[in-house]
């Protein structure tokens, strides 16, 4: 072979190596966000991000198509239009399908590798790949993301899809009132959200309050509200609407009355939380309370014990549990408890009600 011949081999073998490094790695604008895991660079080509599974937007469970959509709005507010690093694993054969990558943004102090974002949040599960050089790190990021339920890992995501379902309930109960030897009779029904989805609630009933002539004086009541909760945020604002028919009313100007209620509760909804409550523990008795609910997913069950003060003098303890016994039957149980230290006397009320479960059901829930 000639010298010549060693110069034009060396010459070939230089540009392939300057072209495969091209193509390996290099800056890129992404122009297009496909799907959660599907990105077009500004030359044409498909990726994704080496090591991840990501859902889809069309896949066939609702909860993973809503995850899907959420990552695919990140990934536009993070990268789209914006230049990154792109460093290819490897090139699909033809091209035709997308060539897994490692996405990096550099920012002013640091720099980020998305496929590591995505593995962490639980945006997606870890997925081989041809080259495993990355694998170990990565492996143990999906089992850290799947160890706190983060994303694609937690149960109400990955769970079968649970459209908002309502649960319709009757009450009876009786107990003191004003003073331990007045007594009054209650009867309510209410419609709420299940399993503590995000919906409207609505309950209503009448208040039998005896007095000494054997005369009813009633307190008709409606409250509605929203329940809007987060992972580990909630809120419940409502409305409570009352009527008394009471002979002492008869001089005022009004016998109907609004009264603005809010529920603040922070904590594992979906486990444990705490709750601040203003008007919402038992009306009127105590303006401002504090709980705790205990929530067992499957069967649903929840327990929630609230405490409030309504005066320097006065005390309130509220219980309030719901048990399913059956794939469509709840059973309630309520009660409060209120005592005047100041006159030493305390009042008492109980509840019991059965509830119905309206819409779709699974196995699962029994």
């Avoid at 694998?135 to 706190?148: D, G, S, V």
């Avoid at 005369?215 to 009527?243: M, S």
Wanted: proline letters at 4%.
């Amino acid at each position: 072979m000639s010298d010549h011949d060693r110069i034009d081999i060396r010459a070939v073998f230089c540009c392939c190596f300057l072209l495969l490094a091209s193509i390996q790695a290099g800056e890129f604008k992404i122009t297009t966000v496909l799907d959660a895991n599907l990105f077009v660079l500004e030359t044409g080509q498909k990726i994704r991000l080496a090591y991840v599974e990501a859902p889809s937007i069309a896949d066939s469970l609702k909860n993973m198509a809503r995850l899907a959509a959420k990552v695919k709005n990140y990934a536009e507010r993070r990268f789209l239009n914006q230049k990154v690093r792109v460093e290819f694993l490897h090139q699909s054969p033809g091209g035709e399908e997308p060539a897994p990558v490692m996405i990096y943004q550099k920012f002013f102090l640091k720099t980020i590798c998305y496929n590591r974002v995505y593995l962490g949040q639980g945006f997606g599960k870890f997925r081989e790949e041809h080259d495993s050089s990355y694998a170990a790190n990565y492996r143990i990021l999906a089992q850290l993301a799947r160890r706190k339920k983060k994303g694609i890992w937690d149960e109400r995501v990955s769970g079968p899809y649970r459209p908002t379902r309502y649960v319709g309930s009757a009450f009876a109960g009786a107990g003191s009132y004003d003073k331990p030897d007045g007594k009054y009779r209650r009867v309510m029904v209410s419609m709420e959200p299940y399993h503590d989805a995000n919906g409207f609630k609505l309950s209503g009933g009448l208040i039998l309050l005896p007095n000494d002539d054997r005369d009813n004086d009633n307190l008709l009541w409606l409250n509605t509200g929203l329940v809007i909760n987060g992972k580990h945020f909630g809120i419940e604002p409502e409305l409570f609407f009352f009527r008394v028919t009471d002979e002492e009313f008869d001089g005022m100007l009004f016998d109907f009355f609004i009264v603005p209620q809010m529920k603040f509760k922070f904590g594992q909804l979906n486990r444990f939380y705490f709750s601040l409550d203003f008007f919402s523990a038992g009306f009127p008795f105590a303006s401002l309370s504090v709980g705790a609910t205990i929530v067992h997913p499957a069967p649903y069950r929840k327990l929630s014990l609230n405490f409030g003060i309504a005066s320097e003098s006065r005390q309130m303890f509220v219980f309030n549990s719901q048990w399913q016994l059956h794939r469509r039957w709840m059973l309630n149980l309520q009660g409060n408890l209120y005592s005047n230290r100041k006159e030493k006397w305390t009042i008492f009320g109980l509840r019991v009600g059965a509830g119905y479960i309206f819409g779709k059901t699974n196995q699962s829930e029994e």
